[in-house]
């Protein structure tokens, strides 16, 4: 069974830096792309970034422009584990984080993800 | 970008009865098109990807159709359990973007 487990949110000042792991388990990590798709509070949903399996040299497929120069995706083959580093952070980055495992190794559809970590960006 | 836009924003539709939800994109996206349930305080679910191909375990009431700019899902005989918010998404290039989404509500 697939699981994609969030953490690292939580409440945090405007300006300031947090940084949201993905603990992953029951796939072949390595194969998949990954992604993070966040959703602010009553709203609908916003792709933040993503990056190609590791058998496809781990690419950064991009990032939404709301995000682009704050915001930097990574993954760890060791620790089957997905990363957002997010600086900068903004009142309006207030949302909860998802997990989001690809349907395959160069990025399509989102095909598992996990329950989300809540961040909210406030003084 | 390529902006995805849905219609109806609310479809209010009895038990029994079935629904179709439009998504346009701003530009071809060909095939590269999924869509998504989602229900309050759970994450989303795939329904469908590449346009028409039914996710794993999902009833065979949903199907997707289109291609280019113009995609529909449907869903024949609503069960209580579909009564959701339905986000379409493109993922012709590198800029995954969602729909704003049709909230399938109980009549």
């Known amino acids: 069974e697939v699981q994609l487990v969030e953490s690292g949110g939580g409440l945090v000042q405007p300006g300031r830096s947090l940084r949201l792991s993905c603990a992953t388990s029951g796939f072949i990590f390595d194969d998949y792309a990954m992604h993070w798709v966040r959703q602010a509070p009553g709203k609908g949903l916003e792709w933040v970034s993503g990056l190609t399996g590791l058998t496809w040299n781990s690419v950064v497929l991009g990032y939404g422009d709301s995000v682009k120069g704050r915001f930097t995706i990574s993954r760890d083959s060791a620790k089957n584990s997905l990363y957002l580093q997010m600086n900068s952070l903004r009142p309006e980055d207030t949302a909860i984080y998802y997990c989001?495992?690809?349907?395959?190794?160069?990025?399509?559809?989102?095909?598992?993800w996990g329950q989300g970590t809540l961040v909210t960006v406030s003084s | 970008e390529i902006v995805m836009t849905q219609s109806p924003a609310t479809l209010s539709v009895s038990p029994g009865d079935g629904a179709t939800l439009s998504c346009r994109a701003s530009?071809?996206?060909?095939?590269?098109l999924a869509w998504y349930q989602q229900k309050p305080g759970q994450a989303p679910r795939l329904l469908i990807y590449?346009?028409?191909t039914r996710a794993t375990g999902i009833p065979a009431r949903f199907s997707g159709s289109g291609s280019g700019t113009e995609f529909t899902l449907t869903i024949t005989s609503l069960q209580s359990e579909d009564f959701a918010v339905y986000y379409c998404q493109q993922y012709n290039n590198n800029r995954w973007t969602f729909g704003q989404g049709t909230k399938v509500e109980i009549k």
């Open positions: 989001v495992k690809d349907i395959g190794p160069v990025g399509a559809s989102l095909h598992d």
């Open positions: 590449a346009a028409s």
């Open positions: 530009q071809s996206v060909s095939s590269n």
